[in-house]
């Protein structure tokens, strides 16, 4: 059991070295280019604002796409809040008009259904910090 423990405890000390070195040499990398004004070149997956060091647990967390497929779902689902968003802002400007009883009813219902899916895309949202936002390896959470 002890030389089981000891095993975990190697790998997880290797995995925590391997991500603040990641983050660090990334986060420098961002910073150099941010210097020399380089935009042309892709953000780097996982990106380092959303690797969470935890120093005193010991733990890593990724919170944000690692793939470029995760990070084209992560895009879309950004682009998709703003046509809720607008999708709402047309219902409520209805029901300022709308007489009819029912009619206001189905608005209603529309508007409390898109205000839930706001709720729903923002709460997965603030969960995936903005690149950038935490760039200093001490920031994190």
């Known amino acids: 059991m002890a030389s089981v423990e000891t095993s975990n405890k190697q790998l997880n000390d290797e ?19 941010d210097r020399l004004g380089i935009t042309d070149l892709p953000d780097p997956l996982p990106h380092p604002d959303h690797i969470v060091i935890e120093m005193d647990r010991g733990t890593v967390r990724i919170m944000g796409p690692v793939t470029r497929a995760e990070e084209a779902q992560l895009k879309l689902w950004r ?3 703003g046509d809720f968003v607008e999708d709402l802002a047309w219902i409520e400007e209805q029901l300022e008009t709308e007489k009819d009883a029912q009619m206001r009813n189905v608005l209603e219902d ?28 001490g920031k994190n959470g």
């Not at 995995?15 to 280019?33: P, Q, S």
């Not at 529309?110 to 709720?119: F, S, Y």
């Open 15 to 33: 995995y925590l070295n391997a991500a603040m070195g990641y983050k660090i040499a990334w986060e420098r990398e961002l910073d150099r280019r």
């Open 79 to 81: 682009d998709r809040r």
């Open 110 to 137: 529309d508007a409390d259904r898109t205000r839930k899916v706001l709720e729903i895309i923002d709460t997965a949202l603030a969960r995936v910090p903005e690149p950038g936002s935490t760039r200093l390896l």
